[in-house]
Nanobody, 114 residues
């Protein structure tokens, strides 16, 4: 069994910053790819950012230059630094990991509003 647990979501004003964290536990020692997706009400789940074991990163177009993804050396934690947040960044953010299969966290709410 694999569990991904997110933390760090919350309410922030436009222009503010948040840092999301995700910790993996369970039978898989490390993951080849980890990352973040998000889903706003009425929208499909979309890519925010992913990072491979080699450190290659991929970002969704709407967050490039504002968000930064990183991971720990054990490949069991992934982080998302979010800066210059906009109201359109409001969504549930899901942690994602891949190693053989694909795994998802329960999600953490991020709300950007004044």
């Amino acid at each position: 069994q694999v569990q991904l647990v997110e933390s760090g979501g919350g309410l922030v004003e436009p222009g503010g910053s948040l840092r999301l964290s995700c910790t993996a536990s369970g039978r898989i020692v490390s993951f080849s790819t980890m990352g973040w997706y998000r889903q706003a009400p009425g929208n499909e789940r979309e890519l925010v950012a992913v990072i491979s074991g080699g450190g290659t990163t991929t970002y969704g177009d709407s967050v490039k230059g504002r968000f930064t993804i990183s991971r720990d050396k054990a490949y069991r934690k992934v982080f998302l630094e979010m800066n210059s947040l906009k109201p359109e960044d409001t969504a549930v953010y899901y942690c994602y990991a891949r190693e053989g299969g694909r795994y998802w966290g329960q999600g953490t709410q991020v709300t950007v509003s004044s």
